[in-house]
């Protein structure tokens, strides 16, 4: 007798080239047309049609009406874990792009992984936390010190509220690239949303990649530091969390 669920779909779906580049465009978070996915993808807006049909029947992707326009994005956050964890063995068994994209460089240094921070950034930013005691190290991956709890408050972010949510408070994510630990769960997208929300990073176009603007580089020196910028607790047109 077999037990358990049957991955031979799910592992059948994500393993077509053209909707392994959609579910790969979509770790971005961001809510893309067919349009945009058949160009992402190289194929046609009739075949893209196809694929997104079954991403959506097998509950991989969501779709959402808007006028004339449909948007889809990844169903959830376990859709996004499997995709990165993917991505990790991809990368371990030396399964790379022949040729690399322009944004490669940008793309390892800081990118989306889902709703928090990747890459060299995301890394240094995850071990200098732990490194200076505002996370701990748990058999369950990582858990909010008393001085990190403090830490964050300063930074507008209130870790008890996050804590009720349903999703982890904090969760370390292997990044494919850096083949070490970043920041996930709730904690790791709220600190993401403080980037953006105070200035200090913004996406760039329709790319998983981050950028940091001047002050924002200041500002993640000063946090890798271990110092919370003095403009972070009220960054300007924002409100702390």
């Not at 889902?114 to 890394?123: F, P, S, T």
Request: charged share 20%; aromatic share 6%.
């Amino acid at each position: 007798m077999k037990d358990g669920p049957h991955i031979a779909r799910i592992a059948a779906l994500i393993g077509d080239s053209a909707r392994a580049e959609v579910l790969t465009a979509l770790m971005a978070d961001r809510a893309l047309t067919a349009t945009e996915l058949a160009d992402v993808a190289g194929v046609t807006k009739q075949t893209i049609s196809a694929h997104l049909a079954k991403l959506v029947d097998a509950g991989l992707v969501a779709v959402e009406s808007q006028g004339r326009h449909r948007y889809f994005r990844l169903a959830d956050r376990d859709v996004a874990a499997l995709l990165e964890s993917l991505m990790n063995v991809a990368f371990r068994a030396g399964a790379v792009r022949l040729r690399a994209s322009p944004r490669e460089p940008a793309l390892r240094r800081a990118r989306m992984c889902y709703d928090h921070l990747a890459g060299e950034v995301g890394v240094q930013f995850y071990e200098a936390l732990v490194r200076q005691g505002l996370l701990q190290a748990t058999p369950q991956g990582a858990a909010v010190t008393d001085a990190g709890a403090q830490w964050f408050e300063q930074v507008g972010i209130d870790t008890n509220a996050l804590a009720q949510q349903r999703r982890a408070l904090c969760r370390p994510c292997l990044d494919w690239s850096e083949r070490r630990h970043h920041l996930g769960g709730a904690l790791g997208a709220a600190l993401l949303q403080r980037l953006f929300d105070g200035g200090w990073a913004h996406r760039a176009g329709d790319s998983r990649v981050v950028q940091f603007t001047p002050r924002g580089e200041l500002a993640l020196r000063e946090w890798l530091a271990g110092t919370a910028p003095a403009a972070a607790s009220t960054p300007q047109g924002t409100r702390a969390a």
